[in-house]
Structures are given as C-alpha cells and as structure tokens.
C-alpha cells in the first residue's frame, strides 16, 4: 500500500524559498503510471492545484504559480520535492504531495499534509 | 482556467436521507480522448483529501456505493443516498480535462 509523507520547516520568511520533500513508501516512483502531485489548502478554504511531476522529470505547473515554482523528483531516494520561492504571507497553506493515476486528476493517495507558515 | 461552481455551499441532512451537490463548470470537460475527467473528493474535518468518484462516476476502491456521480458536459452531480454520520466533512469536485487542474470551492455536508 503506498504511503506519502511530507516534510519540511514548518516556517519561513518572507522572500525566502519554501522546501518540502514528499517520502514514498509502498511503491516505486520509477514504475511509472502516475504523476507525483502537490496541492495546497489555505486556512480554511479551498484546494489549489501547484502542479505535478513524472518519474521521468516532465513537469506541470499552475501557471499562476510557475515563475517560483519547481517540482523535482529523486528516484534513488524514493522521493519528490517542492520548492516555492519568494514567499508571502499569501503562501500559508497547508501542502500536501498525492499521488494521480495517469495525471488526470485520480488523486489515489495523499500526505497527511504539512503546515507551512510565512512569517518573520 | 476552467472555474469549477458548487451549490449548495452547505448542505444540513437528516441522517438517513439523501444529499446531492451540484458542480458546474465554465467549459465542457470533454477531453480530446473523449473522457471526462471529472473527480469527487470528500476532505472529513482534520483529514487530507480522498477520492470518491473519478471520471464522473467511476467509485474509487473502498468508497461505499452509496455515493455515486453523474452529469456530462458542464453539470455534474454527486449524490449521497442516505446520509451517515462518517460523510459529515467538505466535498469538492476537481476537474483534471485543462491544465491547469481547478477545484470547485466545495461543499460542506452536516448534520442536522
């Protein structure tokens, strides 16, 4: 059964770059079949989509977010990672890595999701 | 971007007795494949996201089928037919046709 499990600092600072690594367990990111995800929650209220990654290193961004956004994937590790630069305080969410079968928006597994607030 | 709309914004049940949430969305989600990816996820309080429904109305694993989806086009629909208290949370539909992917803001299912 396959697990994900993110983490990171829980704070940042204004105008510096968000960090986050989503762990895989259970399953293999290089089997293919499945686009490796990261959406965000802001307190109390909706989901928005950042974008997604395959194990081969094709990346999806939202354009709304995509000049500070990188998505990466380390296959040895088991792992795929987050980067948001330039953060606000418009960037407190809670984020969370899923798991999408074939990239369509089948979001089979997700993180229990990580509180990161933008703060100084 | 494709903007998703849900209605209600809440929805008060009986236990026992039916809901249904309405999703709609600025552009057909008809895919050039001719699929319609359009998805359910219910979010219990405290809990991340689970999928429900893929593809319109396609019950993902373990989901009790009491919950089914439905629609074409632009206007779908997700219905409980008789309420428990385990479905109290927020559900969102989430089409995946256009990048990017959108959500409808959701739609929060309680207790009377």
């Known amino acids: 059964q396959v697990q994900l499990q993110e983490s990171g600092p829980g704070l940042v600072k204004p105008s510096q770059t968000l960090s986050l690594t989503c762990t895989v367990s259970g399953g293999s990111i290089s089997s293919g079949g499945y686009y490796w995800s990261w959406i965000r929650q802001h307190p109390g209220k909706g989901l928005e989509w950042i974008g997604y990654?395959?194990?081969?290193?094709?990346?999806y961004y939202n354009p709304s977010l995509k000049s500070r956004v990188t998505i990466s994937v380390d296959t040895s590790k088991n792992q795929f990672s987050l980067k948001l630069s330039s953060v606000t305080a418009a960037d407190t969410a809670v984020y969370y890595c899923?798991?999408?079968?074939?990239?369509?928006?089948?979001?089979?597994?997700w993180g229990q999701g990580t509180l990161v607030t933008v703060s100084s | 971007d494709i903007v998703m709309t849900q209605t209600p914004l809440s929805s008060p049940v009986t236990l026992g007795q039916p809901a249904s949430i309405s999703c709609r969305s600025s552009?057909?989600?008809?895919?050039?494949?001719?699929?319609?990816?359009l998805s359910w996820l219910q979010q219990r309080p405290g809990q991340p996201p689970r999928l429900l429904i893929y593809?319109?109305?396609n019950r993902f694993s373990g989901v009790p089928d009491r919950f089914s989806g439905s629609g074409a086009g632009t206007d779908f629909t997700l219905k409980i037919s008789r309420v428990e208290a385990e479905d109290v949370g927020v559900y969102y539909c989430m089409q995946a046709t256009q990048f990017p992917l959108t959500f409808g803001g959701g739609t929060k299912v309680e207790i009377k």
């Open positions: 593809k319109i109305s």
């Open positions: 990654i395959y194990y081969s290193g094709s990346t």
């Open positions: 552009q057909s989600l008809v895919h050039s494949d001719g699929n319609t990816y």
């Open positions: 899923a798991r999408d079968r074939q990239g369509f928006g089948e979001l089979l597994t």
